[in-house]
Nanobody, 124 residues
Framework: VQLQASGGGLVQAGGSLRLSCAAS????????MGWFRQAPGKEREFVAA????????RYADSVKGRFTISTDNAKNTVYLQMNSLKPEDTAVYYC??????????????????WGQGTLVTVSS
């Protein structure tokens, strides 16, 4: 499994970015894909996750109503649309794949494959 994250950058507070995670190497239908982030000096935290092919989504409370996770099955790509960005959203964002079929989980250690990370910087 290979995950390639992209789309990070510098944006002003209140702005938007869309992150992409291109996945390859196996079938992903029925499995969970997640986005996590890690700010300097902080632990990696859950942001959002989705079951491939319409199995539901889950969000961290801190991003509910601002971020939307979605998939493009034809492209094997997961997106994270981030609106109303805040300086506290500044972090390296990672996509991750859980190779076990289960309900969406927020615990990073349960995800087996990780992308390389893409930096999001939100200026005030």
């Amino acid at each position: 499994v290979q995950l390639q994250a992209s789309g990070g950058g510098l944006v002003q507070a209140g702005g938007s970015l869309r992150l992409s995670c291109a996945a390859s190497g196996r079938t992903f239908v029925g499995y969970s894909m997640g986005w996590f982030r890690q700010a300097p000096g902080k632990e990696r935290e859950f942001v959002a996750a989705i079951k491939w092919s319409g199995g539901g989504t889950r969000y961290a409370d801190s991003v509910k109503g601002r971020f939307t996770i979605s998939t493009d099955n034809a492209k094997n790509t997961v997106y994270l649309q981030m609106n109303s960005l805040k300086p506290e959203d500044t972090a390296v964002y990672y996509c991750a794949f859980d190779q076990n079929i289960r309900v969406i989980d927020t615990r990073a250690y349960l995800y087996d494959y990780w992308g390389q990370g893409t930096l999001v910087t939100v200026s005030s």
